[in-house]
């Protein structure tokens, strides 16, 4: 799905659709799919293991638009190029993917426009 | 005074380059990392399950094989002499294969040269015994990485793959275990991924197991194709580990979450 990055976001649902935050909730505790708790922590009481290596998801939608949140998950390199959160909507820059892995994204549009739903319920 | 000028310019280039590397002082084990239980599981030699694999070692360290029907005692003696900080300088140059190898290939050269018998596998409850009961051996000796011209490239290709980033997460080893040890990967915490302990008994595999199986764990976590066991990468990768962890304590047979 193309998608038009303008200053720190990406204004345009990728899917043209709204994403679902309770299926981008699963999305982001799960370990398998979103794997967002390895590195952040959040307002997830029932979660046991969170990360510490990235700063609290607490509060996300009231920091950032909708759109800044987009731009941070499709390919969070934009706005840092050192960062180490995964760019999770871009495919370029990766070298010996697992073959299992090769040439897919780490999530998908409709994934992507779940968690982005999800993040901006997240107010303080 | 020029000269000095630039020197200082190029030092602070080079520390900025490596300015995530541990300081030596700020090294520790991944021993110190693991709740009171597990530490005292390895320390104690009766809990410690890696124990069981050191004394088939001891018992294959014995036992004559091959054609010429020769034991690796029949050459070596008393490996508690003999073999006493051996495991502590591996990998290392060697000059009969012509290249870097571990102390596993090291051990293969010696059952193929020197008694005739087939070569054991990777991870063979065989190799990983006579591993574990070489590095025995070296248990509290310093890591000791000879400083030789003929494994500079093999250094090089290793520090070279720990600092790049691969697989589907664009994650590199220095992230985490340079940039973020002591933090928290969901509920585990990262350690300096320090090679001492190594083979070792690890919790989660219920079995020993060697540090090219560790590396293959971290590789598979980064989404990343893991290179293939006795692969140049992963011989470099494991001389530059050592490297790393020049005059840290051997702790082989460790035990690990």
């Given at each position: ?13 990728l ?12 999305i ?29 998801l ?11 949140l987009?731009?941070?998950?499709v ?9 180490i ?12 993917v ?27 | ?5 630039a ?5 602070l ?21 693991m709740?009171r ?21 001891g ?24 073999m ?47 591993s574990?009961?070489?590095?025995r ?10 400083d ?13 793959l720990?600092n790049?980033?691969?697989?589907q997460l664009n994650l ?5 275990h340079?940039?973020?040890?002591g ?48 692969s ?13 962890a020049?005059?840290?304590?051997m ?7």
């Amino acid at each position: 799905m193309p998608f038009k990055v303008e200053g720190d976001a990406i204004q345009r649902s990728l899917t043209g659709q709204p994403g679902d935050p309770t299926e981008g909730r699963r999305i982001v505790i799960s370990r398998q799919t979103g794997l967002c708790l390895l590195c952040h922590s959040g307002p997830f009481p029932d979660e046991r293991f969170q990360g510490t290596l990235a700063p609290s998801l607490a509060g996300a939608g009231t920091r950032w638009t909708l759109g800044q949140l987009r731009l941070r998950l499709v390919d969070g390199r934009r706005l840092n190029p050192d960062t180490i959160m995964p760019s999770y909507y871009v495919l370029d820059g990766v070298v010996r993917v697992a073959p299992s892995f090769a040439a897919k994204t780490i999530l998908n549009a409709a994934q992507i426009e779940d968690v982005v739903a999800f993040l901006s319920t997240l107010r303080d | 005074m020029k000269i000095g000028a630039a020197l200082c310019v190029l030092l602070l280039s080079v520390i900025a380059v490596h300015a995530a590397e541990i300081a030596t002082a700020d090294r520790k084990s991944g021993f110190e990392f693991m709740g009171r239980d597990t530490q005292a599981m390895q320390t104690d030699d009766t809990s410690n399950p890696g124990m069981l694999n050191v004394l088939d070692g001891g018992a294959l360290w014995e036992r004559p094989e091959g054609a010429d029907k020769k034991a690796c005692a029949s050459c070596h003696g008393d490996a508690s002499q003999r073999m006493k900080g051996v495991a502590a300088r591996y990998p290392a140059f060697d000059a009969t294969a012509g290249q870097v190898v571990d102390l596993g290939q090291r051990i293969n050269l010696c059952r193929r040269d020197h008694q005739k018998a087939p070569e054991l596998a990777y991870e063979s409850r065989d190799l990983l015994a006579l591993s574990a009961f070489v590095a025995r051996q070296s248990r509290g000796q310093p890591i000791a990485i000879a400083d030789d011209a003929r494994s500079a490239n093999a250094l090089m290709q290793g520090r070279k793959l720990f600092n790049e980033r691969m697989g589907q997460l664009n994650l590199s080893c220095a992230i985490c275990h340079d940039d973020n040890w002591g933090q928290k990967l969901g509920g585990t915490s990262i350690p300096q991924g320090h090679p001492n302990g190594y083979p070792l008994y690890r919790l989660e595999w219920q079995a020993m197991g060697s540090l090219q199986r560790r590396l293959r764990n971290c590789m598979i976590g980064m989404r990343a194709e893991p290179f293939s066991y006795g692969s140049s990468e992963f011989i470099a990768l494991e001389l530059f580990l050592m490297q790393r962890a020049q005059g840290m304590a051997m702790e082989s047979p460790a035990v690990r979450p």
